[in-house]
């Protein structure tokens, strides 16, 4: 399963973050270390920032994974983007009649002419090339499927279907997906590219996966226009622990990534964000935590090892005996089971007051108890 992350093109898209050149050239050594197969590294004919970045990402990176440029599907962007020393071109050019009429103001006919004179010049110009119709999944069917045959035949080596606007469901992507994989051939890479506006990024991506999609879109932390993009984390996670496909990506760095991009954007991970957020692998309910205790799988679905995170064990009104005996050993401090229940009893009396219960206040208190 090849993962294509889009962290530093969609992801930057996204109001509020505008990375230095210096600054997506550190993500991307982080991304080619993370193991990634292909990093969408700008749009090169956007501006010069991005024109510099793609082409100083792939002398940087470019010898240990594909760097890709997005471009317009015409003559001006192509050049640019080649210009960068880049082998790999995402031309897109949206297909929907919403976009057709009011954006490109472009007939059917044209788009069409446009697919496949831009594939074919990209190829004749020695490049790889992965075709978007973006906004594919409100394309009329018919008019997509004569628009990715176009771009086959002009080409193409790869055909990513974006879910420009997150409106599908699994069950919806899933039949589109598997569709177009019968319709393309073994011999084309299909890939998901899919927005998180319903919060189903993850999902539709799993499922396209499940119906024959080779790649993903993905980003670190999900970022990207409006809800974003679907997440990096998740998804490799996904693929390997509930789809039991294979992917490059070294997961244990996963959390390192994740918290990189996030000082990086100034955007901070939210507690609750699956595989990485402070609270993944939280627990404080007494019997959540003896659970964990006694063998972590009990509420675990993954160690959090595995992914680069931790194990939080907290104290609150929740707690039990055998979470604050872990947490206070774990500071050198054997206490008896009764003392242990005074202790607690202190620490819910706390919880309740509103304070946030921390180790340390374990700590004081059972210290208090010793000394006295
Ligand atoms: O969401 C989208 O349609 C895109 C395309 C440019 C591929 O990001
Ligand atoms: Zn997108």
Same mark, same amino acid.
């Given at each position: 399963?090849?993962? /294509? &992350?889009?962290?530093?093109?969609?992801?930057?898209?996204?109001?509020?973050?505008?990375?230095? @050149?210096?600054?997506?050239?550190?993500?991307?050594?982080?991304?080619?270390?993370?193991?990634?197969?292909?990093?969408?590294?700008?749009?090169?004919?956007?501006?010069?920032?991005?024109?510099?970045?793609?082409?100083?990402?792939?002398?940087?990176?470019?010898? #240990?994974?594909?760097?890709?440029?997005?471009?317009?599907?015409?003559?001006?962007?192509?050049?640019?983007?080649?210009?960068?020393?880049?082998?790999?071109?995402?031309?897109?050019?949206?297909?929907?009649?919403?976009?057709?009429?009011? #954006?490109?103001?472009?007939?059917?006919?044209?788009?069409?002419?446009?697919?496949?004179?831009?594939?074919?010049?990209? +190829?004749?110009?020695?490049?790889?090339?992965?075709?978007?119709?973006?906004?594919?999944?409100?394309?009329?069917? &018919?008019?997509? /499927?004569?628009?990715?045959?176009? =771009?086959?035949?002009?080409?193409?080596?790869?055909?990513?279907?974006?879910?420009?606007?997150? @409106?599908?469901?699994?069950? +919806?992507?899933?039949?589109?997906?598997?569709?177009?994989?019968? /319709?393309?051939?073994?011999?084309?890479?299909?890939?998901?590219?899919?927005?998180?506006?319903?919060?189903?990024?993850?999902?539709?991506?799993?499922?396209?996966?499940?119906?024959?999609?080779?790649? !993903?879109?993905?980003?670190?932390?999900?970022?990207?226009?409006?809800?974003?993009?679907?997440?990096?984390?998740? !998804? *490799?996670?996904?693929?390997?622990?509930?789809?039991?496909?294979?992917?490059?990506?070294?997961?244990?760095?996963?959390?390192?990534?994740?918290?990189?991009? =996030?000082?990086?954007?100034?955007?901070?991970?939210?507690?609750?964000?699956?595989?990485?957020?402070?609270?993944?692998?939280?627990?404080?309910?007494?019997?959540?935590?003896?659970? @964990?205790?006694?063998?972590?799988?009990?509420?675990?679905?993954?160690?959090?090892?595995? *992914?680069?995170?931790?194990?939080?064990?907290?104290?609150?009104?929740?707690?039990?005996?055998?979470?604050?005996?872990?947490?206070?050993?774990?500071?050198?401090?054997?206490?008896?089971?009764?003392?242990?229940?005074?202790?607690?009893?202190?620490?819910?009396?706390?919880?309740?007051?509103?304070?946030? @219960?921390?180790?340390? &206040?374990?700590?004081?208190?059972?210290?208090?108890?010793?000394?006295?």
């Amino acid at each position: 399963m090849r993962i /294509f &992350d889009t962290t530093l093109r969609d992801g930057e898209q996204a109001p509020g973050i505008d990375l230095t @050149v210096e600054q997506k050239i550190m993500i991307a050594n982080k991304l080619a270390d993370l193991g990634v197969d292909v990093i969408e590294a700008g749009f090169p004919a956007s501006s010069e920032g991005e024109f510099v970045a793609t082409k100083r990402i792939f002398e940087e990176v470019g010898d #240990k994974v594909e760097v890709i440029g997005l471009s317009r599907s015409n003559k001006n962007d192509i050049d640019k983007t080649i210009s960068t020393g880049i082998s790999s071109i995402h031309l897109f050019i949206a297909t929907s009649e919403l976009h057709m009429k009011y #954006k490109l103001k472009m007939t059917k006919e044209e788009v069409l002419n446009r697919i496949y004179e831009s594939v074919r010049y990209a +190829k004749d110009h020695g490049m790889i090339v992965e075709f978007s119709p973006e906004d594919a999944t409100r394309t009329e069917e &018919d008019f997509l /499927f004569t628009a990715i045959r176009t =771009a086959i035949e002009a080409g193409a080596d790869r055909i990513n279907i974006p879910d420009t606007v997150g @409106v599908m469901h699994p069950f +919806k992507y899933y039949d589109l997906i598997k569709k177009i994989v019968n /319709f393309v051939g073994e011999k084309i890479i299909v890939s998901t590219h899919c927005h998180n506006d319903f919060g189903l990024a993850t999902a539709n991506s799993l499922a396209g996966v499940y119906a024959g999609a080779r790649q !993903v879109h993905v980003t670190v932390n999900g970022i990207g226009e409006r809800a974003g993009n679907a997440s990096l984390e998740e !998804v *490799v996670m996904g693929i390997k622990k509930l789809l039991n496909y294979e992917v490059n990506v070294k997961t244990w760095k996963l959390y390192e990534v994740s918290r990189f991009v =996030a000082e990086m954007t100034g955007v901070p991970v939210p507690y609750f964000k699956a595989i990485v957020g402070d609270n993944a692998f939280g627990h404080e309910s007494g019997i959540h935590v003896h659970g @964990v205790i006694e063998n972590p799988f009990t509420y675990e679905p993954i160690s959090p090892e595995e *992914v680069g995170n931790f194990r939080r064990l907290a104290l609150g009104k929740h707690s039990g005996i055998h979470g604050l005996k872990k947490l206070l050993e774990e500071q050198g401090i054997y206490l008896s089971d009764d003392k242990l229940k005074i202790v607690l009893s202190e620490i819910k009396k706390l919880a309740e007051s509103g304070h946030r @219960v921390t180790v340390d &206040d374990a700590k004081n208190i059972a210290l208090k108890l010793l000394n006295s």
